[in-house]
């Protein structure tokens, strides 16, 4: 049985490409990092080793040493972690940061796929393992949008495309087309919470993915913790690019949103 391998970060998304890859015949072998993955995740999983997130030469050797010749790359690995000192990188981590023109997020992970390949292993498209969540086309909830929300996705669209190539984030609030928030390395959740409360109740949050996305890493995610962030602001609108993002917990996410007064729609240019 082929040996596949799995980069673990935060969240629910780790487990379901675990799964789909073991449906496909693999044997699962997880690094999960730590201090980001779940404490549950061998559960779901062949065989795991925990490493910590800055020791990419511990990282690529564990893989090597498990005959992995091809990975996953699965779950929320914040920037922020390059700012924080309880994070120590190994010396790999540290020459491959030198390297870098600048921090941005695809600068960093364009960077780890080649330091994969170096030591023969492939980086496979997230999106391979994850097609039955997948973010589908249309309004995904009972209620539907009104003219001017639709007018809010449509303009928020344009600028999280922008800001997508410009590889600051995915996320923007809307208000009566006017732009409460861009998400930068705060993430999603706290753009949403920032940008709702700037705007009060009625706020359009857009996710996309990047112009140019690399499938293999950094795959747009909405799940319920994105959900609760829209319900603590009163947000009304989650528009998510279909057929290139990920929606985690589909069926519990909409029956929540429902109840809440949150419509959820599949958005195509």
Do not use: C
């Amino acid at each position: 049985m082929k040996t596949i391998g799995l980069i673990a970060g935060m969240g629910e998304l780790p487990k379901l490409v675990a799964a789909e890859a073991k449906a496909k015949g693999y044997r699962v072998f997880a690094i999960a990092l730590e201090p980001l993955a779940d404490k549950n995740l061998d559960r779901h999983v062949d065989e795991i080793k925990r490493i910590s997130v800055g020791k990419l030469g511990e990282i690529i050797e564990s893989l090597k040493k498990s005959n992995v010749k091809e990975a996953i790359m699965a779950g929320k690995v914040p920037k922020s972690l390059l700012y924080k000192s309880r994070i120590i990188p190994d010396l790999r981590a540290v020459k491959l940061l030198f390297t870098l023109k600048d921090h941005s997020d695809d600068s960093i992970l364009l960077a780890i796929a080649k330091e994969l390949e170096k030591d023969g292993i492939t980086l496979l498209n997230t999106t391979d393992f994850s097609a039955g969540i997948m973010t589908p086309d249309g309004l995904l909830t009972e209620e539907s949008l009104s003219e001017n929300e639709w007018k809010d996705v449509a303009f928020g669209w344009k600028i999280a495309k922008e800001i997508g190539r410009l590889d600051i984030g995915q996320t923007v609030v809307i208000k009566d087309q006017a732009v409460m928030a861009i998400e930068a390395i705060e993430g999603t959740d706290e753009a949403i919470l920032r940008g709702g409360k700037l705007a009060g109740e009625g706020s359009v949050v857009v996710k996309v993915s990047k112009p140019k996305q690399d499938m293999r890493f950094d795959v747009p995610v909405v799940g319920m913790k994105t959900l609760k962030s829209m319900i603590e602001v009163s947000a009304r609108v989650l528009a998510v690019e279909a057929g290139k993002s990920i929606l985690l917990q589909r069926g519990t996410m909409i029956k929540e949103a429902d109840e809440a007064g949150i419509s959820i729609v599949g958005y195509k240019e």
